[in-house]
């Protein structure tokens, strides 16, 4: 039989081996205090729903463990051991001592146990019964707390092995790909359009005007931009561009769709560093619409638009940084002649090598520049024959002056240069742009019978201010006076001898190549 599942049969009750003592000595005399009897040692088995403890009464204190029980007083006959007395579970209101009736001798027939007047008949020690863990307190409802711990520990157990195979399976799925494949969120129903006026806008109306220009000379090449001026093939782009084709060189025109066709020179003007070639056999074209460069306020938005190290057809935005910008670029002939002076308008549009010629454009998409040179970090200004990138400082040649050059350029083949007849010395270190003592050929510094003879000018006078604007340098005059036209009237303020005067100049025509 298994464990814990076996009963023991009750013993009958041994006879006594004496007659009664008629002195009354225990136990067979009259019942006496005792002391309560140890707890069962017995094994006894366990119904299958569990053994409930049954409460003690109100006050009930604990047994205290008994020693082992000794044999009682008095002869005993060896033939026949006595078997230890039953135990006895303690009683909460018991008072110390019971009257306790002797025991039957062993002929007498037991009568059924009569519950008020036999405290005992109710008491088996062998029957499986409720038993309470000798030193420990009773609770109540028994054994409960342990079985409420025990389910309390199963549920904790529980919860923590199905988070752990949920975390399993989570990992699982996520690794194989369970679920079916991933598809990220994306925006839907954006605008095809942009705003006319947004750089987006803007460059998709000019980028078909745009071309991206290689130049091939006999010992030059480069590539730069221009942008068409007409439908009949004009386009405008920088000298220092196109000039490498000049002795017989090669220009190749590329329109933003790929096509691509040669180009001629129609003319060119070092002193504004610009220049017109012609394409032919192209239909369709659609010029870029020039706007005013007067208008234009420093803070103004724009967009470049150009081939920087030959990558065709790239959009920068920025904004005007400054206007009336007077700046000098090339100077690589030793007579000057090659050298542009610009009154430029500048910005932070990223301006790179191959920008030069290109368009810059405001938020209507009108031309108001035509990018030329930029600052160098190390070398100064440079144009697109160097290497030099953007540090944001850029210059473009106002719409308005190469408007008139263009059109000359066109027209003519030549542009005129407005000049007030003076030989200036460029080696002047003061403030101010002095007049030679006599000109590079040796003949008089003030040209005879022109603007600057006739307002009174002689060699050795200083200007200061041109229409109230102080200059600063030889170069600064040119500048301002090139931002003209011929035939303008423009005030000088000159000083001689330590006293200064103002005289009107109308500006005379030049031509240079």
Not at 103 to 117: D, F, G, I, N, T
Not at 236 to 251: D, E, F, R
Not at 321 to 345: H, N
């Amino acid at each position: 039989m298994p464990e814990g599942d076996f009963e023991l049969a009750k013993p009958e009750r041994p006879s006594p081996l004496h007659e009664p003592d008629p002195y009354s000595t225990p136990p067979y005399g009259e019942p006496g205090p005792w002391a309560p009897a140890p707890p069962v040692q017995h094994p006894v088995a366990t119904p299958a729903q569990g053994t409930l403890m049954t409460p003690p009464a109100v006050g009930a204190v604990p047994p205290e463990p008994a020693p082992a029980p000794t044999a009682p007083a008095g002869p005993i006959a060896p033939a026949a051991p006595i078997p230890p007395a039953p135990p006895i579970a303690p009683i909460a209101s018991a008072p110390p001592t019971v009257p306790v009736a002797p025991p039957a001798p062993a002929s007498a027939p037991l009568s059924a146990p009569q519950p008020p007047a036999d405290p005992w008949g109710r008491y088996d020690p062998w029957a499986a019964g409720p038993l309470q863990q000798p030193g420990a307190a009773a609770v109540h409802g028994g054994r409960r707390p342990r079985r409420r711990r025990a389910a309390l520990g199963w549920t904790l157990a529980l919860v923590l092995v199905a988070a752990g195979l949920g975390g399993l399976v989570g990992g699982y799925v996520e690794r194989e790909g369970i679920g079916g494949e991933v598809t990220l969120p994306q925006a839907k129903g954006v605008p095809a359009g942009r705003a006319p006026d947004s750089v987006a806008g803007i460059a998709a109306r000019a980028l078909p005007s745009v071309v991206t220009l290689h130049v091939s000379g006999s010992d030059e090449e480069g590539t730069g931009t221009g942008f068409v001026l007409d439908d009949r093939g004009h386009i405008l782009t920088n000298n220092h561009v196109v000039a490498p084709a000049a002795s017989g060189g090669k220009i190749s025109a590329t329109f933003s769709d790929g096509t691509s066709v040669k180009a001629t020179v129609v003319g060119r003007d070092s002193g504004y560093d610009l220049a017109v070639v012609q394409v032919s056999g192209v239909h369709g074209l659609t010029p870029l619409t020039l706007g005013d460069s007067d208008d234009v306020r420093v803070g103004d938005p724009v967009v470049a638009i150009g081939a920087p190290f030959d990558l065709a057809n790239t959009v920068t935005a920025g904004i005007i940084s400054a206007k009336e910008r007077p700046i000098t670029a090339g100077g690589e002939k030793s007579d000057g002649s090659d050298v542009s002076y610009v009154d430029a308008l500048q910005t932070d549009a990223p301006i790179n090598p191959g920008n030069s010629g290109g368009p810059l454009l405001d938020s209507r998409a009108h031309v108001i520049g035509i990018n030329s040179a930029i600052r160098s970090a190390d070398s100064g200004v440079e144009t697109e024959s160097g290497q030099a990138g953007s540090i944001g400082l850029g210059f473009a040649i106002p719409v308005n002056q190469a408007k008139r050059v263009a059109e000359e350029l066109i027209n003519d083949g030549r542009a005129t240069h407005p000049v007030i007849g003076v030989d200036l010395d460029m080696g002047y270190s003061g403030d101010g742009a002095r007049v030679d003592s006599r000109a590079p050929d040796g003949g008089p510094a003030v040209v005879k019978g022109g603007p600057a003879e006739r307002a009174g000018l002689k060699a050795g006078d200083l200007i200061t201010e041109v229409d109230g604007e102080p200059v600063h340098t030889g170069a600064e005059l040119i500048v301002r006076i090139r931002a003209h036209q011929p035939g303008d009237r423009l005030r000088l303020t000159v000083e001689r001898g330590g006293t200064e005067r103002e005289v009107s100049v109308v500006l005379g025509t030049a031509e240079q190549n």
